[in-house]
């Protein structure tokens, strides 16, 4: 008889969660392959939003239960909902941001709505845009489809990224996913949930297909006058963020109007 393994950081089956972010993350690149990335297409819709909308958000609400459950026998995930994640795990995410790549990098925060909060009770809690969607097509998919937009399953798909990296135990499927490609050797499993300053001063990232995360930077501001990115990362992002610090500094240029 197998042993009791509800309260170890193995009883969260990371490496299928990072599958199945894996597999959303290319039904996102298909429909981004015939309707280019840009603000004038964030509220186009389509079935195939509807399932990586689907798909991003029972995977995140799946691995939320499961890390509640980690060290507290009493919690049962059936009573568990957005509210109850907004107070365990709010003050984790709610500052943090990736760089979604497309044509040009930008800078998304998935949980935008929890950004300016102070506390992180059920009495301050504040709806997610994509995952009252989410509610919506789950409960009627025909009625409720053109809830899928791209702006809402983008935006799901990142909040699972950077659930994925604040996961205990996570390291081992995301290395094998190649998410730390470019720095295999200088990432240490503890600075995923820790981000020490260690970290930081490396200036490392984790990126998948089309996400980067700046491992010690996700909720920090960069150094006055940083606009070289000078760690062991993949060229995207070593290109895209003296645009970034730039347009921190209000320095790009905006062309003459014609």
Request: hydrophobic fraction near 40%; charge should be negative; charged fraction near 20%.
């Amino acid at each position: 008889m197998s042993a009791d393994r509800s309260n170890s950081q193995e009883s969260i089956p990371c490496k299928r969660v990072l599958g199945a972010f894996c597999r959303a993350e290319s039904m996102l690149l298909e429909v981004l392959r015939i309707v280019p990335y840009c603000k004038e297409h964030c509220q186009v819709w389509s079935p195939v939003l509807a399932t990586v909308l689907m798909e991003a958000c029972s995977q995140l609400d799946s691995l939320w239960k499961a890390r509640s459950r980690l060290g507290d026998s009493k919690v049962s995930s059936r009573d568990l909902d957005i509210q109850d994640y907004f107070c365990k795990f709010g003050a984790e995410h709610a500052n943090r941001w990736v760089v979604f790549f497309q044509d040009d990098g930008e800078l998304l925060y998935p949980f935008a709505a929890w950004r300016c909060l102070e506390r992180f009770e059920k009495d301050a809690y504040q709806p997610v845009a994509w995952w009252s969607a989410y509610n919506d097509v789950k409960h009627d998919r025909l009625l409720y489809e053109n809830r899928a937009t791209i702006d809402n399953a983008l935006n799901a798909l990142a909040g699972l990224f950077l659930a994925i990296i604040r996961t205990p135990g996570a390291y081992r499927a995301m290395s094998q996913a190649g998410w730390f490609e470019h720095n295999a050797r200088f990432v240490h499993p503890e600075w995923l949930a820790s981000e020490e300053d260690t970290a930081t001063l490396l200036y490392l990232t984790i990126e998948s297909e089309v996400f980067a995360y700046a491992l010690g930077w996700g909720k920090a501001n960069f150094p006055p006058g940083c606009n070289s990115w000078g760690g062991y990362v993949g060229s995207r992002f070593t290109e895209w963020f003296p645009r970034y610090s730039l347009s921190l500094a209000g320095s790009i240029e905006k062309p003459a109007d014609t």
